[in-house]
């Protein structure tokens, strides 16, 4: 005799489960994980109580093919090295969470392009693309003009294009007032350390801080390269400087246009003993700057807010009519700008 088959202790709760314990029907059950979705508030508590009992939770990709919505937005990123998108990232996702919404976070690099990115978001069928990386490259924007039912927004960098909106600190100002911050303190000599170049997106920051200086009287007197937003790139960018310049000639400060950087300059100046004879200020005020170590000079971008205008122009398109924004930041006073040597 054949005895039945037990049901297995992992079997899935399904909504048809939940509306048979409490005798309703399977749309009521639904209706109750829906928002604004029209359902008696008693049933509601009910639905959601039983839920709560059996385990059971509702099947978001399964609800995407009806409602056309994933509720998933990418997140596309380039230098993980660099601290400050690190936390660009953590703010996202927060805020993203909070609205009920989920990340796919999609790392480029020379393996993997942003148009294959691209392509991967539209398959995930992603409700919008916030893009954090340095360059978008013609691939990407061909496949994004394509695909207009994706929005897109470039985070904490400004784009050239056009029907690409961007949200951004406004780094022209920042730039113009780092460079009257160090004219204040008597430099002359000043350079400036960039970070890996950009294709259609830019940060200004070096023109507002070139301008200014020119406008005073002052010209840049080198600008020196990093290929990547990494702590030893800045440091070692700076130790070449050092070793091909003699001490005479050498500048007396130095704009670098992320915190990383800046920490690395710092540790090239501290390797060779010339701490306080180069002043140093970064950007973006990342955590660690304000190590008594460090004590780094800086510019704060507002990254909240940043991120909640993106998130806006993602959900919320014809509210802000696909505007770019650039917000003001803030000069934060240490100690690294002081050159005392």
């Known amino acids: 005799m054949t005895m039945p088959r037990a049901k297995s202790p992992t079997?899935?709760?399904?909504?048809?489960?939940?509306?048979?314990?409490?005798g309703v029907s399977k749309w009521t059950v639904s209706r109750a994980f829906t928002d604004g979705a029209s359902i008696?508030?008693?049933?509601r508590e009910?639905?959601?109580?039983?839920?709560?009992?059996?385990?059971?939770?509702?099947?978001?990709?399964?609800?995407?093919?009806?409602?056309?919505?994933?509720?998933?937005?990418?997140?596309?990123?380039?230098?993980?090295?660099?601290?400050?998108q690190l936390y660009m990232l953590s703010e996202a996702t927060r805020q993203l969470q909070a609205k009920g919404f989920s990340s796919l976070l999609l790392n480029l690099s020379p393996e993997y392009g942003a148009g294959?990115?691209?392509?991967?978001?539209?398959?995930?069928?992603?409700?919008?693309?916030?893009?954090?990386?340095?360059?978008?490259?013609?691939?990407?924007?061909?496949?994004?003009?394509?695909?207009?039912?994706?929005p897109l927004v470039v985070v904490s960098r400004n784009s050239s294009l056009a029907n690409i909106?961007?949200?951004?600190?406004d780094g022209y100002a920042a730039g113009a007032e780092i460079a009257d911050l160090f004219l204040a303190e008597g430099y002359r000599r000043i350079g400036h350390m960039a970070g890996p170049d950009s294709d259609r997106t830019e940060l200004r920051r070096l023109d507002g801080f070139r301008d200014r200086l020119q406008a005073r009287g002052v010209a840049l007197d080198c600008v020196l390269k990093a290929p990547h937003y990494r702590r030893d790139e800045g440091m070692q960018s700076l130790l070449r400087y050092l070793g091909?310049?003699?001490?005479?000639?050498?500048?007396?400060?130095?704009?670098?246009?992320?915190?990383?950087?800046?920490?690395?300059?710092?540790?090239?100046?501290?390797?060779m003993g010339a701490r306080q004879r180069i002043a140093v200020v970064g950007f973006d005020d990342i955590e660690?700057?304000?190590?008594?170590?460090?004590?780094?000079?800086?510019?704060?971008?507002?990254t909240d807010y940043l991120v909640a205008e993106a998130i806006r122009r993602l959900l919320e398109p014809d509210s802000v009519a696909q505007q770019s924004l650039m917000a003001p930041g803030t000069l934060v006073l240490r100690s690294s700008h002081h050159r005392l040597g």
């Open 288 to 302: 660690i700057a304000s190590a008594p170590a460090y004590a780094l000079t800086t510019f704060r971008q507002p």
């Open 40 to 43: 008696a508030p008693d049933v």
């Open 244 to 271: 091909a310049t003699p001490r005479a000639q050498r500048i007396e400060a130095l704009f670098c246009e992320s915190d990383i950087l800046a920490l690395g300059a710092l540790d090239a100046l501290t390797s």
């Open 116 to 150: 294959a990115a691209l392509r991967l978001a539209d398959q995930f069928q992603v409700d919008g693309i916030m893009f954090m990386g340095t360059s978008l490259d013609q691939e990407l924007i061909e496949l994004a003009q394509k695909i207009r039912r994706i």
């Open 46 to 84: 009910k639905v959601l109580q039983v839920a709560a009992e059996m385990g059971y939770s509702p099947n978001l990709l399964a609800r995407s093919l009806s409602t056309r919505s994933t509720r998933l937005i990418a997140l596309v990123v380039d230098e993980l090295g660099n601290p400050n």
């Open 165 to 169: 909106p961007y949200v951004t600190t």
């Open 11 to 22: 079997k899935k709760i399904t909504a048809t489960d939940v509306a048979e314990r409490v």
